[in-house]
């Protein structure tokens, strides 16, 4: 299994211009996270999906941000328009939800730096 | 508040030491506790998990330890080995919904 896969690894881009983020989750999971990695404020869960329907995006920053999951395979975090402060590391992951509580899969992140 | 404090910010152990990192969460709800380690450009892969129903799980040199009544739980690591210096992240989550909240983390930094 491949695992998580996110791209691009790093983008770097202006202010004001639209960043996307891909995921591609690993095949058979049903439940897909993206997270925010800072130093300030750590991991934090942005929105995540359940049989590619959006369950909880209260983390979503504001709505320069939106997320979406067209089929089980793949997902896009999107940022219009990107800010400095939106500069972070941005993971993926997925888990097979409704048997237990299946363990999360991390993808290696997106490094995004907004100048 | 949803939230899980993690301690110490940062660690410093000489190979072959205990390193103990210790979390405490605010939501009684929570019914699931996993500890994630993190290498510098990778994401956090599970490294042991537990839940409240037990007071200590063991993996190898690992272990978590749970007091549900004072809302804390640990994790030590037995005999630290420089292949052990990284970020390690608690966490919690609720339900089967996989929401995971983390804490802060802590960098760990085993010296030979």
């Known amino acids: 299994d491949a695992g998580v896969i996110q791209s691009p690894r790093h983008e770097v881009t202006e202010m004001g211009q639209e960043v996307t983020l891909r995921c591609k989750p690993i095949s058979g999971h049903n439940s897909l996270f993206w997270y925010r990695q800072t130093m300030m404020r750590g991991l934090e869960l942005l929105i995540y999906?359940?049989?590619?329907?959006?369950?909880?995006d209260s983390g979503m920053p504001e709505d320069r941000f939106s997320a979406k999951m067209p089929n089980a395979s793949f997902s896009t975090l999107k940022i219009q328009p990107s800010e400095p402060r939106d500069s972070a590391v941005y993971f993926c992951?997925?888990?097979?939800?409704?048997?237990?509580?299946?363990?999360?899969?991390f993808g290696n992140g997106t490094r995004l730096t907004v100048t | 508040q949803q939230q899980v404090k993690q301690s110490p910010q940062s660690l410093i152990v000489q190979k072959g030491g205990i390193s103990i990192i210790n979390c405490a969460y605010e939501n009684t709800a929570f019914d699931y506790f996993p500890w994630y380690q993190q290498f510098p450009g990778k994401g956090p892969a599970l490294l042991i998990a537990i839940r409240p129903d037990v007071s200590e799980k063991k993996e190898g040199r690992f272990t978590i330890s749970f007091n549900k009544s004072a809302k804390q739980f640990s994790l030590h690591i037995m005999d630290s080995q420089p292949g052990d210096s990284a970020t390690y992240f608690c966490?919690?989550?609720?339900?089967?919904?996989?929401?995971?909240?983390f804490g802060q983390g802590t960098t760990l930094q085993v010296k030979p």
């Open positions: 999906f359940n049989n590619n329907v959006p369950i909880d």
């Open positions: 966490a919690a989550s609720s339900g089967n919904t996989g929401k995971l909240i």
């Open positions: 992951a997925s888990s097979l939800m409704g048997t237990g509580n299946s363990p999360l899969h």
